[in-house]
């Protein structure tokens, strides 16, 4: 009988440390890997223009991934957290994308936001600025914020999203098997460190 105790207390208390590894764990693999992009290790940045946090994330993601070179593919993805306002930010995003301007747009756009608090409430509104920052045209941004390519990017990112289990931004996913938990790895500075390390790994495997 005391050997059986004594088993199943060793057994308890291997569940608790393993159960403990896991929450200490700064990221987290995912149940189902996702399909990557380019031919670095696929690292996904998930921010919304409407949140601080990835405003002051962005020069910090631009200047490591300038650091780590082909190593990485660095694919950014808009949130919504089915809010409508980001929702628009989101197609925002693609609507630069597709007009080949998200070079110009994507840290003005953040700056216009975070830094002069300009509001973007409608369609026209986005329209407006890409205009002044870019070489398009009002009727341009609009035609691209209401295409099909548009729609279809954005309810793709909803679905990746989901697939992460993305609780909140910025988040980043490396090849499409891991999320890293800002908090866990200490801060976004110790974000893009555990990416790095998972960089190498997957690098390694190839």
């Known amino acids: 009988m005391k050997n059986i105790r004594f088993s199943l207390l060793l057994v ?5 440390l393993a159960a403990s590894v896991q929450a200490q764990q700064p990221y987290q693999r995912l149940q189902t890997p996702q399909a990557t992009e380019g031919s670095g290790v696929e690292v996904r940045e998930f921010f919304s223009y409407g949140c601080p946090h990835c405003h002051d994330f962005e020069p910090v993601i631009g200047a490591w991934a300038e650091e780590m070179g082909d190593a990485v593919t660095v694919v950014k993805t808009p949130v919504t957290f089915g809010r409508d306002s ?7 995003y693609y609507a630069a994308e597709a007009l080949g301007i998200v070079d ?4 003005a756009l953040f700056d216009a936001i975070h ?7 409608r369609p026209e509104d986005i329209a ?6 870019a070489d398009v045209t009002e009727t341009d941004v609009l035609a691209a914020l209401d295409s099909f390519s548009v729609s279809s990017n954005v309810n793709r990112a ?14 980043v996913g490396v090849a499409g098997r891991y999320l890293i938990d800002v908090r866990a790895a200490g801060g976004q500075q110790g974000m893009l460190e555990v990416a ?5 790994e997957e690098s390694d495997s190839r």
């Open 128 to 133: 407006e600025f890409y205009a002044e920052v």
């Open 12 to 16: 308890i208390v291997g569940l608790f």
């Open 115 to 121: 830094e002069d608090r300009r509001a973007f409430r």
């Open 158 to 171: 909803e679905r990746l999203v989901g697939a992460y289990r993305v609780m909140g931004t910025p988040a």
């Open 104 to 107: 110009v747009t994507h840290g």
């Open 196 to 200: 790095e390390s998972l960089v190498a």
């Open 86 to 92: 980001w929702r628009l930010l989101a197609r925002a």
